[in-house]
C-alpha cells in the first residue's frame, strides 16, 4: 500500500523517502543560494532595464544629445512617480554612432549583455531599419522615435513599434490641404534625393491636391551637394509656393542661396524644422526666413496657450521660452521630435503594466499588450497632444503644429487635427507570428 | 628545401590551429560576443580580401566599400525583389564583386600610387551614389531588410545563432585558405615582388598589368563575397555599407592586424571592434559624466599602436620574433 501511495506522489517508483528528502533539501538550499534570491527579488524589486540606443557620435549627434535629455528626465520623472509597476526604470544607454551596423550590434549588446528588458530609441531611419532585423530575431520589443514610414510601411516586423510620433506620410498629408488654402495652390517640392525626399516627393502630393493644389515642380537635390544656387532656375516661374526638406551641414548654406536667388520678391516658404532642428532659427543668413512658415512635430518656442502639461515637460527636460537648454542659450533643442522620447517611455510603462510585464519571458505578451493600446490621452505623459494608435502598423496618429517665422521666433499658426494625417494601414503586423 | 616545407607545415598548423579555436569559442563564448564573433568572422574576410590587393599587391585603394557593397547589393536585391534562394543570391552577389573588380580595375590600373588611390575612390564615390540613385530599388540610405523567412539554406536557418557563427566561420576558412594558397603561390610571389619593385618584375619577364588585375578580382571577389553573406545573415542592406567609411575601414584593420599577414585582417578586425566596444564600457561605467567620445579612446590606442607596431600586430611580430609568419 504505501509503495502504491509512493508512486502515486512520486512517479520514479525507484525514488525512496530519503532521495526525496534530500531533493527537496537540495532545493530549499537552491533557493537560498544568492543566485535564486536574486532572481526571486527580480520579480519585485529589480529595476526594469530599458536600452536606450543613442545616436552619440556621427550625424545624428546633435539630435542624439536632447533624446538623451528628455530620455532621462522622463525616466526621473517615471520613477519619481513610482516606477513601473513598482519597478524603478534603469536607462541602459549604448552609443550607436548613428550607424546601422553598430545600431543593430548595440540591440545584440543589450539584449545578450545588458540583458534588458526592452530597446529604445533612435531617429535615424537606417539605423533603425538596420536594427530591426537584430530585434525581430532576438524577440526584443524595439520602441523607436524616428518618425520614418519604414515602421507603418509594414516592411519591418511585429517587434518594431514607433508609438510615440507621427510618420512622414502623415505629417506631409496633415500639412498639404492647409497649405494649399493659406499659402499658395502652386508648389514646388526641393528634396534630397534619396529616400528621405523621396518619401515628401511621393506622400506630400495627394492630399495637398485633393485640396486644390497643383505641384508645379520638382527639383532634386543630388546628395553630397553643397552649392544649390545652380539647381534654383529649375523652379518654375509661376511657383507660389517652394517647400523644402534639405537636411545636413547643407541647409544653412541653402537657405542663404535660396534668399540671395530670390532677394525679397520670391515664392513663399513651407519648410520641415527637421533642416532646422538644433540650429537657431535667428543664425546669420537665415534672415530670408522670416515670414516662412514651418511643419513642428511640437513647437519649439512656448506658445501664449501652452498647457500644464507642456509647460511642466518643458521644465523637466530643461528648455527655456526659446527652446534652448537652460544652462545654454545657444544650445538649441531638437524639440520638434524629442517629445517623441518622452511619450513613448510613458507607452512602454503603460504596455508593460497592461501585460504584468515581470521579465524577458513577458516580452511576447508585451509585444501583445502594446497592440491593445489605442489611444494616448493628452496629459502630462503626452503633452504634443492626443495620440491614435494603429496596433496593424505599430503607427500612432497626432496632431502637427504648422509655425510662422516672425520677431524671431516661431509662432504656432495652425494645429491639424489627427484626421488630418490619418491613412488606411498598409500593413498588419498583428498577423505576424510571435 | 626542407627548410621550407618545415614553414609551410609550421604555417598550415597555426591556420588550423586558428580555426580551431574560431571552432571552440562557439562553446565558450557569452551570447553577446558570439553574436559579435559571427560579424567580425565576416568582416574579417572583407579586410582579408582588401589585404590580398594593399598588404600584398601594394595598391592603395579606397574605393573598396564597392566590392563589399557589390556583394552586399547583388545577394540582397535578389532576395528582395526576385525571392531568389540563398546561393543563388550568394552567387549573384560574387558575380557582381566580379564584374566589377574586373572593370574597375581594368580601367584603374593603369594609374598607380596616389593616383590609383583617387580612381578607386572616385569609383567608389560612384557606386555609393548609384545606390542612392536607384533609391526606387535600393531605398538609398535608409536601406531594406530581408525578411528572416528568406534566410534559409535548405533546413539551415540562417538567423539563428549557431547555424549564423557557423556558416561564417566556413566563409572565413574558405577566404583563409584560400588566401594562404594564393599567396604561397607563384601568383602570390608575383604580387609581392610587383610591391616591392614593380619594374625590376617587369623587366624580369612577368606581366604585371595581368598580375595587378588578377589581384584585383581575387581581392573584389573575397570582398564581395564577404557583403553577401553580410546581407544573407544579418538582414539589412543600404547605402552606408557603400559610402566611403567602409573603405576606410578594411585599411584600418588591416593596418592594425599587420598588412600582408594572413592572420591580421582577423586580428585587426577584432581589436577595432573590440576597442570601440570596450571603450564605450569604460566610459559608461567609469565616467558616466564625462562629455568625451569613445573616440577619443580608440584615437590614443591607434597612436600607440603605431608607435609601438608601425607594421601592425603581427608584422611587427613577424618582423621581431616569428619569420616565418605567411
Given at each position: 500500500m504505501t509503495g502504491k501511495r509512493t508512486s502515486l506522489l512520486l512517479p520514479n517508483k525507484n525514488l525512496t523517502r530519503r532521495t526525496a528528502l534530500k531533493g527537496m533539501g537540495a532545493a530549499a538550499g537552491l533557493m537560498a543560494a544568492p543566485g535564486f534570491v536574486r532572481y526571486s527579488q527580480a520579480q519585485s524589486s529589480e529595476p526594469i532595464r530599458i536600452g536606450f540606443q543613442a545616436h552619440r557620435t556621427g550625424i545624428g549627434a546633435a539630435y542624439g544629445r536632447w533624446y538623451e535629455r528628455v530620455t532621462t528626465a522622463a525616466a526621473q520623472a517615471i520613477n519619481d512617480a513610482g516606477g513601473i509597476n513598482g519597478r524603478p526604470l534603469e536607462i541602459v544607454t549604448e552609443d550607436d554612432g548613428t550607424d546601422p551596423k553598430r545600431g543593430a550590434e548595440v540591440v545584440e549588446k543589450f539584449a545578450n549583455q545588458h540583458k534588458t528588458d526592452v530597446v529604445f530609441g533612435t531617429l535615424f531611419s537606417h539605423v533603425v531599419v538596420g536594427s530591426a532585423p537584430a530585434a525581430g530575431e532576438l524577440k526584443m520589443p524595439y520602441y523607436v522615435v524616428s518618425e520614418g514610414y519604414h515602421v507603418a510601411s509594414g516592411s519591418l516586423n511585429r517587434y518594431v513599434f514607433q508609438p510615440g510620433i507621427t510618420d512622414v506620410k502623415a505629417q506631409v498629408r496633415a500639412v498639404g490641404p492647409w497649405i494649399a488654402e493659406n499659402v499658395g495652390k502652386k508648389i514646388t517640392l526641393v528634396y534630397p534625393d534619396y529616400a528621405f525626399g523621396h518619401d515628401h516627393r511621393d506622400k506630400f502630393p495627394e492630399r495637398f491636391e485633393a485640396a486644390g493644389?497643383?505641384?508645379?515642380g520638382l527639383v532634386p537635390i543630388p546628395p553630397?551637394?553643397?552649392?544649390?544656387?545652380?539647381?534654383?532656375?529649375?523652379?518654375?516661374?509661376?511657383?507660389e509656393v517652394i517647400y523644402h526638406v534639405m537636411v545636413g551641414p547643407g541647409v544653412l548654406t541653402f537657405v542663404k542661396e535660396l534668399g540671395e536667388f530670390y532677394g525679397s520678391s520670391g515664392p513663399k516658404l513651407f519648410g520641415f524644422i527637421d533642416s532646422l532642428?538644433?540650429?537657431?532659427?535667428?543664425?546669420?543668413?537665415?534672415?530670408?526666413?522670416?515670414?516662412s512658415y514651418f511643419w513642428e512635430g511640437m513647437p519649439r518656442y512656448l506658445q501664449p496657450d501652452a498647457s500644464d502639461a507642456v509647460k511642466a515637460y518643458r521644465a523637466a527636460v530643461g528648455i527655456d521660452d526659446n527652446g534652448a537648454s537652460v544652462n545654454d542659450p545657444k544650445d538649441v533643442s531638437t524639440s520638434a521630435h524629442m517629445f517623441g522620447c518622452w511619450e513613448t517611455l510613458y507607452i512602454i510603462k503603460e504596455a508593460m503594466e497592461a501585460a504584468g510585464y515581470q521579465g524577458p519571458a513577458d516580452r511576447a505578451k508585451l509585444v501583445e499588450a502594446t497592440e491593445a493600446l489605442t489611444e494616448f490621452p493628452e496629459g502630462p505623459e503626452h503633452p504634443q497632444g492626443l495620440k491614435v494608435f494603429s496596433p496593424m502598423i505599430h503607427q500612432s496618429f497626432g496632431q502637427q503644429y504648422i509655425s510662422q517665422v516672425s520677431g524671431g521666433k516661431l509662432n504656432v499658426v495652425h494645429t491639424t487635427s489627427i484626421e488630418d494625417g490619418m491613412y488606411e494601414p498598409e500593413a498588419d503586423y498583428t498577423s505576424m507570428p510571435l | 628545401m626542407n627548410a621550407f616545407a618545415a614553414i609551410d607545415r609550421r604555417a598550415l598548423a597555426l591556420h588550423l590551429a586558428v580555426i580551431a579555436v574560431l571552432f571552440v569559442l562557439q562553446f565558450v563564448l557569452p551570447a553577446y560576443h558570439h553574436g559579435i564573433m559571427a560579424r567580425i568572422l565576416v568582416l574579417a574576410v572583407f579586410a582579408m580580401g582588401y589585404n590580398l590587393l594593399?598588404?600584398?599587391?601594394g595598391l592603395l585603394s579606397l574605393g573598396h566599400a564597392m566590392f563589399f557593397s557589390a556583394g552586399l547589393y547583388g545577394a540582397g536585391l535578389s532576395v528582395y525583389h526576385l525571392d531568389w534562394s540563398v546561393p543563388a543570391a550568394f552567387g549573384a552577389g560574387l558575380a557582381g564583386g566580379l564584374v566589377l573588380s574586373a572593370a574597375v580595375g581594368f580601367l584603374a590600373l593603369r594609374t598607380t600610387g596616389v593616383a590609383f588611390l583617387i580612381v578607386t575612390m572616385m569609383f567608389g564615390q560612384v557606386a555609393y551614389l548609384f545606390t542612392l540613385y536607384f533609391t526606387d530599388w535600393t531605398r538609398g540610405e535608409e536601406g531594406l531588410t530581408l525578411p528572416q523567412a528568406a534566410r534559409v539554406l535548405g533546413p539551415l536557418d540562417l538567423t539563428d545563432p549557431t547555424t549564423r557563427y557557423f556558416a561564417a566561420l566556413v566563409l572565413f576558412t574558405i577566404a583563409l585558405f584560400v588566401t594562404l594558397a594564393l599567396v604561397r603561390a607563384p601568383f602570390g610571389r608575383v604580387l609581392v615582388a610587383i610591391r616591392e619593385n614593380e619594374e625590376r618584375t617587369r623587366m624580369l619577364g612577368y606581366d604585371t598589368f595581368r598580375n595587378k588585375l588578377g589581384a584585383t578580382i581575387a581581392s573584389g571577389v573575397i570582398c564581395a563575397a564577404s557583403g553577401a553573406a553580410y546581407v544573407l545573415l544579418f538582414g539589412y542592406f543600404g547605402s552606408s555599407f557603400a559610402a566611403v567609411q567602409y573603405s576606410i575601414l578594411p585599411l584600418l584593420w588591416v593596418l592594425v592586424g599587420g598588412a600582408a599577414t594572413t592572420l591580421g585582417p582577423l586580428l585587426g578586425t577584432i581589436l577595432m571592434f573590440y576597442l570601440v566596444d570596450l571603450s564605450n564600457d569604460l566610459l559608461n561605467s567609469r565616467?558616466?559624466?564625462?562629455?568625451?567620445?569613445y573616440l577619443g579612446i580608440v584615437g590614443v590606442a591607434l597612436v600607440l599602436l603605431i608607435l609601438f607596431f608601425p607594421k601592425g600586430l603581427l608584422g611587427s611580430v613577424r618582423d621581431r620574433w616569428v619569420r616565418w609568419l605567411p
Open positions: 493644389g497643383t505641384v508645379v553630397t551637394e553643397t552649392s544649390f544656387t545652380r539647381y534654383f532656375p529649375q523652379i518654375p516661374s509661376d511657383t532642428e538644433a540650429v537657431d532659427i535667428n543664425s546669420p543668413g537665415l534672415e530670408f526666413l522670416d515670414g | 594593399f598588404g600584398y599587391t565616467f558616466p559624466d564625462w562629455d568625451v567620445s
